[in-house]
């Protein structure tokens, strides 16, 4: 199920946008959830990172759009962000906060199904696969994307994550297939990295995740053309 965010300040503009959400979703055959936010005040205060695509209008209340997105951003770089405007001339500044798309006021239902398909794909891709390891005391299942980096002493493997880290067995070069396609490279035999969390490349190190590590001379080229690659997707 997708959950949509809608920051609209005017009702018969979230209404035709609600409506063409509705048949949308109903001719999939698919669920999801919508909130609306009259004003980007309120949806920024209430803000807790767990919508999937957001329809932000771009002339708004106290904080226009543009802005919001801009502080948006401070806080979830991920989310999928479509602006929804009657200013087709002020959308263009949308690819400064990332946004995926803009859709025209007033919204034509063909041109909206259109994008809609294209923000869902843009999900699809973000949304991360899942694996589980084995600790001392039991299962753990990890988000790729929660996941820094991954160390290998032996056969003894270190999560590096989000909530802390964990400890497991096996070999690196197993966990390397399982993140196949979700931006892990090896800086070193030692450790595979998730690019994402790169703070800092200097001469033969790089900080991930506030964590110093080393890059091989082997491993240099690859490495950096593969960061470059990462960076260059997110621009």
Known sequence: MLNLA?????DEEARNLTEHIEKYFSDKGEKYALRRFKS???FLREYNREFDIVFMDIVLPKINGINAAKK???????VTLIFVTNMANLAVKGYEVSAL???????????????????????????????????????KVLSASAIHYVEVSRHNLV????EGDFN?????????????????VRCNVCYLVN???ITEVAGENLVVAGDTLKISRARKKVFMQALTNFLGKRE
């Not at 809608?6 to 005017?10: K, L, P, S």
């Not at 999560?159 to 989000?162: A, G, I, K, P, R």
């Open 72 to 78: 948006l951003r401070e806080i979830d770089e991920d």
């Open 6 to 10: 809608m920051v609209e300040d005017e």
């Open 159 to 162: 999560y590096h994550t989000e």
């Open 168 to 184: 497991s067995r096996g070999t690196l070069e197993s966990v390397e297939k399982k993140l196949d396609g979700e931006n892990f």
């Open 195 to 197: 690019l994402k969390y």
């Open 40 to 42: 980007a005040v309120e």
């Open 101 to 139: 798309d803009f859709i025209v006021k007033p919204v034509v239902y063909d041109s909206f199904a259109m994008k809609m398909q294209r923000a869902i794909n843009a999900v699809n891709r973000r949304r991360s696969v899942e694996i589980a390891i084995q600790t001392d005391r039991s299962i």
